[in-house]
């Protein structure tokens, strides 16, 4: 979606930013009548925060690892949150944050737990990790994952690579566009921004590395996310790497992601009898 993140109401005068608050309504005297006073920029992130306090709270004080109760409102408000993310903000490409990265691990491994028949104490231990540390970004590295939840880690680095590859791509449509305008002389100004020189030479090289990504994406969907965590994790770094090179225009992130698809490759693995 492209906004006009500067805003001014027609009652009160007062100015502030879309992209802060995701409201038309002034925060002064909250009329809603507001107008655009800059240019329209890409825009597809909301200022939303995650908050678990409360179900850690709820977590603690159950006889078992799982609260009779409140397990649905955490999916609940994990999946809002993740609804809600978004990965360009005014006109800039984020990096994949690790916030989002948790909130999305945090959901998958609730639902692996809940089906395991016999859980151990690791697998215990990983869930209330990750409940613990999530709203600070905060996950258990690769060597910790217990092998029954690995999965977990496996989808979450799937659905968090496609919500960030679809939106990058998005971003390259709009990079191009902006910069054939520029050269046409038309238009009111490019709705995304890059750092440095000759941004519409990264369109070519960060599609064709999207695109790598997604064939690793889609085989770790087909298994399950069953895989090594370090190779759910080197697809993420993959995306986070590219979203370094669209930004810059860096050579050595686009080496680096390449290298990190190619760390990601799992295509030994059965998904039939792995």
Not at 116 to 137: F, I, K, V
């Amino acid at each position: 979606m492209k906004v006009r993140g500067e805003r001014e109401c027609q009652s009160c005068g007062a100015r502030w930013s879309y992209y802060e608050t995701g409201s038309v309504a002034c925060p002064s005297c909250g009329d809603l009548r507001s107008v655009g006073v800059d240019a329209r920029t890409a825009h597809t992130d909301a200022p939303v925060s995650l908050d678990l306090a409360a179900h850690r709270e709820r977590f603690g004080d159950a006889p078992e690892t799982l609260p009779r109760s409140g397990t649905d409102d955490l999916r609940s408000d994990l999946r809002e949150y993740c609804r809600k993310r978004g990965f360009i903000d005014g006109g800039r490409l984020a990096p994949l944050d690790a916030t989002y990265l948790a909130a999305r691990e945090l959901l998958e491994a609730v639902d692996c737990f809940e089906r395991l028949r016999d859980p151990t104490d690791a697998d215990r231990e990983y869930l209330l990790d990750l409940l613990a540390g999530a709203d600070d970004g905060d996950r258990p590295p690769a060597d910790e994952v217990p092998t029954a939840l690995r999965e977990a880690r496996g989808m979450a680095a799937v659905r968090a690579v496609e919500a960030y590859r679809s939106d990058a791509l998005d971003f390259l449509d709009e990079l191009e566009t902006g910069a054939d305008s520029d050269d046409a002389g038309e238009g009111d100004g490019p709705a995304v921004t890059v750092e440095g020189e000759s941004a519409k030479a990264r369109v070519g090289p960060a599609r064709d590395a999207f695109e790598r990504l997604r064939d690793r994406v889609t085989r770790v969907d087909a298994l399950g996310g069953d895989v090594p965590p370090a190779a759910a994790d080197a697809l993420v770094e993959a995306a986070d790497a590219l979203g370094e090179y669209v930004r810059t225009g860096d050579e050595t992130a686009l080496t680096n992601a390449d290298r990190l698809i190619d760390d990601a490759n799992v295509d030994d693995l059965d998904p039939t009898g792995r």
